[in-house]
């Protein structure tokens, strides 16, 4: 079982840069597949970035790739996300969540292969 918590939000200016942190305690922590997903109010929660248990493949949507940057440090128990030139359709509530072990990019994107979440934190981007 892994328990998540994140940190790191904030109010930012367009173009400005934020960087989240999500600490996790628990013993498969260093084989779960990683994932950060956000919400916005009336949307969907949505995909934002995955990685996995080695830190050797990641996956991104769209909208965020060459701005955002997803990366572990399983020894520090943590999984973090960089994120760059900031525009405000980012403004949303950022979860981390943990998965499972399987690496497939069309399973990594789905909120469905995710067991575990942390309570998110708000990222504000002012226009």
């Known amino acids: 079982q892994e328990q998540l918590v994140e940190s790191g939000g904030g109010l930012v200016q367009t173009g400005g840069s934020l960087r989240l942190s999500c600490a996790a305690s628990?013993?498969?922590?260093?084989?779960?597949?990683m994932g950060w997903f956000r919400q916005a109010p009336g949307k969907e929660r949505e995909f934002v970035a995955a990685?996995?248990?080695?830190?050797?493949?990641?996956s991104y949507a769209d909208s965020v790739k060459g701005r955002f940057t997803v990366s572990r440090d399983n020894a520090k128990n943590t999984v973090s996300l960089q994120m760059n030139t900031l525009k405000p359709e980012d403004t949303a509530v950022y979860y981390c969540?943990?998965?499972?072990?399987?690496?497939?990019?069309?399973?990594?994107?789905?909120?469905?292969?995710?067991?575990?979440w942390g309570q998110g934190t708000q990222v504000t981007v002012s226009s």
């Open positions: 990685i996995s248990w080695s830190g050797g493949s990641t």
């Open positions: 628990g013993r498969t922590f260093s084989t779960s597949i």
């Open positions: 969540a943990a998965g499972g072990t399987y690496w497939r990019n069309n399973y990594v994107r789905s909120s469905a292969e995710y067991r575990y």
